[in-house]
């Protein structure tokens, strides 16, 4: 029978399952970080549990490692609950080991999404877990991935199985070219908020189409890193050359005659033709805009042309009532242009957009200008220490700098404000990272998600602007 | 975990759409490196309003008055009423602990996000999914009635009303026999090691790059 990629990764798997369709699947990548880990390891401790298989766990500290002050060291985390939170990964990766730790201040460290793949620690066909729902970026790489929770962490370290049910099958088909200026962040933000936010719940996402094979493998994590903003714990897209070409000489990729044989099962990894799908949707890759959000969820979303929705135009009791709720929040009017929106602050960075490709997008757009003036804080954070060594060596910092932007050290930033990087309370933000909800970005902050070009952009004109005509 | 079979208590109601776990327990309590010390902090952002702080007492914090959870009649809430997509967002466990410390025992919505169903029932938080009518009529009892209360009843899959009308609710059959017999997950996974090992053996034979 014609199998799905996803059924294809599931069904490789699968240990055991019980009556009821319960399974325990296997996993073979487990990336663990400083925020979901302290309660698992601690629950290995009292139950006096070893790690299953040591070798399958890749770590790093991202969430709350600060951007500035590295030559202080471990004594520049002011806050000391973050530091003992750092401090303490490195204790539990010293009692109970791993494959490799890039702890904080190393020069491979990064956000766990960025170095799983750039080290070849994800690769086609492997099964990644981690305590952090973004995980579904990995399933770029033909990789069934997904987020997990704290007693979901510890319990594949104990056992290096998953208790899951199987999810639904869903296609998201996006055919056609993309237009000049419109990428991978605009596709995933054109889906959410076509299907919302809920859409892919019970599914696990396919991204098909030509649109989706031109797309570059940093590409390709953008999307899937946005499937779990749809709903999916999963998303992933085929193998192709592309994917082999990107997993090729990194530090963790087989070589030699393994490498060949590797190659020749991962070009398996794609859906059967004629492989059934649950649920499929269609989009057409030439329509999709530059996307902008206006409100406290990834679904509240328009294209840079738009107008900020009216929520009176809204029949759902509950819609409605959430959409008045939203502009209230964001401070904003209905009918506004969104291109009259002006901003405060602009992160470039996170595990959706801080790759050497985004760097490049928003050095392009920066280059030769400044940012505006009203714009009180413009930061590009690097996704790790490689993409930071990368991006340098090309001299994208300078351009970033000479035009006003802070070059940082790498982590996860202000995506989640953990560390010191917030907004402050009615500040309004550009960022490329992949939540608006209320106070993520910092208590009263107001998030706008966009592409990095665009938050470049954004960064330059002191508003939101099309970068297809920014010049 | 502790056991669940049959609980009766005081509904509250959230009467929002799409409730986010970065709402349920904001970012900076996520610093912790225990499992326990969430519940004061629930829902932080919407109960207080100033910004809470992981070693900030709450007595003396100004409180929002508006919000549900402040309210007395709600006071000793062991039930949340909630709407569609609750828990989306982050895979924070802090989340589903955070409710259960506060006091709340099981959640009911039309829907609810994958990861914080897991990690909710991982802790023997019941997530009950009603269709969005039910919800509705729900929402309109406890609406109308000072100390509403519900009785669900985890063996026999139903919720009761005060009026004694009955509802049956899904899951699945192995979530079920862990929450009612306070099973601890990793104890039986263990139970099936020769069967891990086994195909561990299988699958680094065919593809050894993996190990």
């Known amino acids: 029978m014609a199998k799905t990629l996803y059924d294809k990764l599931w069904d490789s798997h699968v240990v055991h399952v019980e009556a009821d369709g319960t399974a325990l699947l296997y996993i073979d990548r487990h990336l663990v970080h400083e925020v979901t880990s302290p309660q698992a390891y601690e629950g290995l401790k009292l139950a006096n549990r070893p790690v299953w298989r040591v070798d399958s766990v890749v770590a790093t500290a991202d969430h709350n490692t600060p951007t500035r002050n590295w030559d202080k060291g471990i004594e520049g985390i002011e806050d000391k609950v973050s530091r003992l939170q750092i401090e303490t990964l490195d204790k539990n990766i010293k009692e109970f080991g791993a494959k490799v730790y890039f702890p904080f201040l190393d020069k491979r460290q990064g956000i766990v999404h960025v170095i799983g793949p750039e080290n070849g620690a994800t690769l086609p066909g492997m099964t990644v877990v981690c ?9 770029a790489f033909a990789a069934l991935a997904f987020g997990i929770g704290t007693s979901e962490v510890e319990h594949v370290l104990a056992t290096q199985c998953m208790v899951m049910q199987k999810y639904k099958n869903m296609q998201i088909r996006v055919e056609g070219k993309l237009g000049l200026g419109v990428t991978a962040k605009d596709i995933a933000l054109a889906v959410i908020g076509k299907i919302g936010t809920a859409g892919g719940t019970g599914h696990a996402i396919e991204f098909t189409g030509s649109a989706i094979r031109d797309l570059t493998m940093e590409g390709r994590m953008t999307l899937c890193n946005l499937a779990i903003e749809a709903g999916a714990r999963t998303g992933m897209v085929a193998c192709d050359e592309k994917t082999i070409e990107y997993c090729k ?16 099962y991962w070009r398996t990894l794609v859906s059967d033709e004629g492989a059934h ?5 269609t989009l057409d890759a030439a329509e999709i805009q530059p996307q902008v959000t206006w409100g406290t969820n990834p679904q509240m979303v328009t294209t840079v042309g738009g107008k900020v929705p009216d929520p009176a135009q809204e029949s759902d009791k509950v819609q409605r009532e959430w959409m008045e709720r939203a502009l209230k929040y964001m401070n904003l009017k209905a009918n506004t242009p969104i291109t009259e929106i002006s901003i405060d602050k602009v992160f470039i960075g996170a595990c959706t957009n801080s790759r050497i490709e985004d760097i490049r997008a928003a050095a392009q757009v920066a280059k030769g200008k400044k940012v505006a003036g009203n714009v009180k804080l413009a930061m590009v954070v690097p996704g790790s220490g490689l993409v930071k060594a990368q991006a340098e060596a090309e001299g994208l910092d300078k351009i970033l ?9 790498p982590g996860c930033s202000m995506c989640l404000g953990m560390n010191d990087d917030l907004l402050s309370p009615g500040e309004r933000c550009a960022s490329t990272s992949n939540r608006n909800f209320e106070g993520r970005q910092g208590p009263g902050g107001r998030t706008h998600l966009v592409s990095p070009a665009m938050a470049a952009a954004a960064a330059i004109a002191g508003h939101f602007v099309d970068v297809r005509s920014f010049s | 975990m502790e056991k669940f079979v049959r609980k009766e208590g005081l509904v509250a109601p959230l009467d929002r759409a799409n409730v986010d776990t970065d709402a349920i327990i904001p970012k900076q309590f996520l610093k912790s490196i225990k499992r326990t010390g969430f519940g004061p902090n629930l829902f932080d952002e919407w109960r207080y309003l100033d910004r809470g702080e992981p070693d900030k007492e709450n007595a003396g914090r100004p409180v929002n008055p508006d919000f549900v959870l402040n309210k007395k009649r709600f006071e000793g809430a062991t039930v949340l009423l909630a709407r569609e997509n609750f828990g989306c967002g982050s895979s924070r466990e802090h989340a589903p602990w955070a409710l259960q410390q506060f006091g709340f025992q099981t959640v009911i919505a039309p829907s609810f996000a994958d990861i914080f169903f897991n990690n909710s029932l991982k802790n023997g938080l019941l997530l009950i999914r009603f269709d969005a009518k039910i919800v509705d009529q729900l929402f309109k009892e406890v609406g109308e009635n000072e100390g509403y209360r519900l009785a669900v009843d985890l063996e026999s899959q139903t919720l009761s009303t005060p009026s004694g009308q009955s509802f049956k609710f899904d899951i699945d059959p192995f979530r079920k026999h862990c929450i009612l017999n306070g099973l601890d997950d990793i104890g039986l996974t263990l139970e099936h090691s020769d069967k891990i090992r086994a195909f561990e053996a299988k699958h680094k034979a065919a593809q050894p790059w993996l190990f």
């Open chain 1, 249 to 264: 000489g990194r530090m963790f990729s087989p070589t030699g005659a393994q490498w060949d044989k590797a190659v020749a």
């Open chain 1, 131 to 139: 305590g952090d729902s973004h995980t579904s970026t990995h399933g």
């Open chain 1, 277 to 281: 799908f649950d649920t499929e949707v």
């Open chain 1, 401 to 409: 700098t000479e035009a006003g932007f802070e070059w940082r050290e």
